[in-house]
């Protein structure tokens, strides 16, 4: 059973232009996290979603920052007109349906953005 | 914000030596977990306990929790050169975790 894959692992992008990250959950998982780790922090909860839902977004910047988790295909985190504060390690993390299985998260490898 | 904090905020120890890091947290929890962060990568789920536990153990890891202090720790005992890595405690709100600053523990051979 293949763990959380998200891709690419590493992206530069220039300011003003376009990223977009993906992730897909374990096999069986529906629910879908992302985090963002600035350089020597923390992971800070971005967005929760569940097949084609936001359940909390409460996290996001209200700003150029969108997430989606259709029915077919990987979570995607898209991220418009980047910033140099945009640059930092985005983890996609996923849980199996089920109020007790929600306890653990499992993470993925992490997509390192920089922003020239 | 509702972001944890730890302590210290970076250990070196010997091999063989416990390390002990501290977390304290702000909201009410279901649970509480510890990562792992090895340099550049992405997290290792270490050990999870409930808001109705106080101490749990698993291998070299001893996890205690204090709900009335909103706090917890982690001691890793018989330290390994292989342990070194960053930890982050999160504590279990809901739908989310909410992370701790981290502690770099450095274990010297």
């Known amino acids: 059973n293949a763990g959380v894959m998200q891709n690419p692992r590493h992206l530069v992008r220039r300011r003003g232009q376009e990223a977009r990250l993906r992730c897909s959950p374990m096999?069986?998982?529906?629910?879908v996290y992302w985090y963002r780790q600035l350089p020597e922090e923390g992971l800070k909860f971005m967005v929760y979603l569940q097949k084609e839902n936001i359940i909390d977004e409460s996290g996001m910047p209200k700003e150029r920052f969108s997430a989606e988790f259709p029915k077919e295909g990987p979570s995607i985190l898209r991220i418009q007109q980047v910033v140099r504060g945009d640059s930092a390690a985005y983890f996609c993390?996923?849980?199996?349906?089920?109020?007790?299985?929600?306890?653990?998260?499992?993470f993925g490898p992490g997509t390192r953005l920089t922003v020239l | 914000s509702q972001q944890g904090e730890e302590d210290p905020q970076a250990l070196s120890i010997q091999e063989g030596e416990n390390a002990t890091m501290n977390c304290s947290y702000k909201t009410s929890i279901n649970n509480l977990q510890w990562y792992r962060q090895n340099s550049g990568r992405g997290l290792v789920h270490l050990i999870l306990?409930?808001?109705?536990?106080r101490e749990k153990h698993s291998g070299r890891l001893r996890v205690t929790l204090d709900t009335s202090k909103k706090s917890s720790s982690l001691l890793i005992t018989a330290s390994r050169a292989a342990d070194t890595a960053s930890y982050f405690c999160a504590s279990h709100n809901t739908d989310k975790l909410i992370f701790g600053t981290g502690t770099r523990l450095q274990v010297f051979p």
């Open positions: 306990i409930r808001s109705n536990e």
């Open positions: 096999k069986g998982h529906s629910h």
């Open positions: 993390a996923s849980s199996p349906p089920g109020l007790s299985s929600q306890d653990t998260q499992y």
